[in-house]
């Protein structure tokens, strides 16, 4: 019994903090006014501890203080103080998000093969006006829109604030604009899809100038895409004097490169995994 | 005798180190990817997490205690520096501030974006939360608190870009 009167009045005189006299609304919007109550009539100096604010003032009558909204445009946890001679007096509420108003959208990667699955990501943050994450579900919905074509729409419940989806790449090379909207707010990014891996290569011999070429025809992939300049195809010859691989590079949309042959020769033709045709020529003597 | 001092020096240092954060216990973290999806998440990235998180609290305590917005330079970003930073400025217009003591974090990761760009995790924090006018003392909290935190990969490491705190019993 003593020990719990000795513990009573420490704990009396560790915390100022009387019980909690402050009665706020359980949920309030984010940027609406209220009012918080109190059974103190007499002012006093208030507080408000907020995650993104810190305010003070004084209040002449305490049993009603007005708070405006914007003093509470972010959402979370809140503590509010009243203190006066006697103490302090204090309690939490919850701010919570206002409406859906704004986006945030990642979409990943930025350039990608035509005709992989999968292969495009978009992620979207769910925010209201005070940029807070909108934490309630909320229909989000996501369009992909290549060149003149239909948008394909896809509807995603966002949980916690996020949904996300992911998408399979078109058949033809090009931008395509990915898009996210809630509400009033829509955004897009450009994804740009770009020519798979060269598919069907085929290669001719040319004679010019008493030298012997070889060339490619127009190196496409397998959607008939033209593949970037650059992309490197691989000679690999085999005749008397050995084997030679020359590589080069996609110029125009073909490769073509000079080869001595000497005698009966087989050459080969090769760009990443894809192989081509193969040339069965003779040199000139 | 170079060795015996170079281990004096050595202890010194430990100690020196170890006395400048006596007064800042380092909270203890732990991280639960039992449910987190669509992407897995790799050991090395789960390490960061917890490394990052933890130092971007330590950040904030700092922050917040000595009123330095540039204490959040290090470990945040976006929404969540710029929040702080508000607050921070309030305290500085105010003379009122928070001294928070993070002792324990129970972070459960929720989501890891497909391409590896955004996580979202769930934090329960027990904290000790003091308000201080100037230097008087209005208020002592220990609490419990819930934040939704989102964490974006930066250069070496994983930045707080949103930390929202929550109410209780949320899923």
């Known amino acids: ?285 | 005798m170079k060795l015996l001092l170079l281990v004096l020096a050595a202890a010194l240092i430990a100690f020196y180190v170890g006395y400048l954060h006596a007064d800042e216990p380092a909270a203890k973290i732990d991280l639960n990817t039992d449910t987190l999806g669509p992407r897995t998440i790799e050991e090395l990235t789960e390490k960061s997490i917890v490394r990052d998180y933890g130092l971007a609290w330590r950040t904030l305590r700092d922050a917040l205690n000595h009123n330095q917005p540039g204490a959040l330079e290090g470990y945040f970003t976006g929404f969540a520096k710029d929040d702080f930073s508000r607050l921070v400025q309030s305290q500085l217009k105010t003379g009122v501030h928070v001294r928070y003591s993070d002792r324990n974090h129970r972070l459960t990761a929720i989501f890891y974006s497909p391409s590896g760009d955004a996580m979202q995790l769930r934090d329960r924090a027990t904290l000790e939360m003091q308000i201080l006018d100037g230097t008087k003392l209005l208020s002592t909290q220990q609490v419990t608190r819930n934040y939704l935190v989102l964490m974006t990969p930066g250069a070496d490491r994983w930045l707080v870009r949103d930390l929202q705190s929550i109410p209780e019993g949320r899923p």
Request: aromatic letters at 6%; one cysteine or more.
């Open chain 1, 1 to 285: 019994m003593r020990a719990l009167v000795i513990t009573v009045m420490v704990a009396t005189m560790c915390c100022p903090l009387l019980a909690s006299d402050l009665k706020a609304p359980a949920t309030v919007v984010a940027g609406t006014d209220f009012v918080i109550a109190s059974a103190e009539s007499q002012g006093g100096t208030f507080y408000l501890i907020g995650p993104s604010l810190v305010s003070k003032r004084e209040v002449q009558n305490g049993s009603e203080i007005s708070v405006p909204g914007d003093e509470i445009k972010s959402a979370g946890v809140y503590t509010a103080l009243l203190c006066s001679g006697a103490g302090c007096v204090s309690t939490d509420f919850y701010v919570k998000p206002s409406s859906p108003a704004r986006l945030s959208l990642l979409a990943h990667p930025s350039r990608v093969r035509v005709a992989e699955p999968n292969a495009i990501s978009a992620v979207a943050l769910v925010f209201d006006k005070f940029r807070n994450l909108v934490v309630e579900p909320a229909q989000v919905e996501f369009q992909a829109v290549a060149g003149e074509a239909q948008p394909i729409s896809q509807s995603r419940t966002a949980a916690n604030g996020i949904a996300w989806i992911r998408l399979t790449s078109g058949k033809k090379e090009g931008p395509i604009k990915v898009g996210a909207i809630i509400g009033p707010a829509k955004e897009l990014r450009v994804v740009r899809q770009v020519a798979s891996d060269a598919c069907n290569l085929r290669i001719k011999p040319e004679w010019a100038a008493g030298k012997f070429y070889v060339s490619t025809d127009p190196v496409r992939d397998c959607s008939g895409n033209a593949v970037p300049d650059g992309t490197v195809v691989s000679f690999t010859k085999t005749d008397r004097s050995g084997k030679t691989t020359v590589d080069a590079p996609v110029k125009r949309g073909i490769a073509r490169v000079q080869m001595p042959v000497d005698g009966n020769a087989r050459i080969f033709v090769a760009s990443g995994v894809v192989t081509g045709n193969e040339l069965n020529v003779t040199g000139k003597q």
